[in-house]
């Protein structure tokens, strides 16, 4: 769902448009048939991800204006009309927050403001970070405050294919500052209900 806004991307096949409007309502009815016939639609790159080169290292500098009249318009779009199940964040920085850690965008405008109320996962593989707000926030913490409820593909690194088990949306469960339980079965509960808007 990303702008068309360099005709260089490697990826402007895949999006819909150069103009939010007229991606934004087709991408609401893909995601509307779609899940007609009982699947999850995801639309992706939550949020600015309009280059291909160097996208999981880039930070998307774009003022309030441009963010909301260009690059988030069509997302806004397709959450209200077309009411996906699930929603992708993308790699790069937004204005110096990686995108999955990026609480404005997921809890005070996509959350809130939409009252998008699916499940929204990471791209593969997602940036360590700690949260400079909150120092005992760290990785899967962190995107747990921001509602990301899902780290794609787990807990694997490019290299090794196993999971491994963090620890940190529990280490700081209780502690000032730290997660809360309400934040982790919030987390929770949009998984499972999108588990079972499934079945």
Known sequence: MNIHRNPLCGRNFEYYSE???LS??????????????GV???PKHFACNNQERNRNQN?????????????????????????????MTSYNKL??????????LVTTILRGEWKYEGNVITDWW????????????KNNAYRVRAQVDVLMPGNMSYTKKSYTYDRQQLSSVGKKNGLTRAELQ???RNVLEFVIKLL
């Open 95 to 104: 204005n110096g927050v990686w995108c999955h850690y990026h609480y404005d």
């Open 59 to 87: 930070n998307s500098q774009v003022s309030q204006r441009a963010l909301r009249e260009i690059y988030l318009k069509n997302f806004e779009i397709c959450i209200k009309e077309g009411k996906p199940y699930n929603l």
């Open 186 to 188: 919030r987390s929770a």
């Open 19 to 21: 103009d939010p409007l």
């Open 126 to 137: 997602m940036r360590e970070e700690t949260s400079p707000e909150f120092p005992l926030l």
């Open 24 to 37: 934004g309502k087709i991408a609401a009815a893909a995601v509307r048939g779609i899940q007609s016939m």
């Open 40 to 42: 999850s639609a995801c």
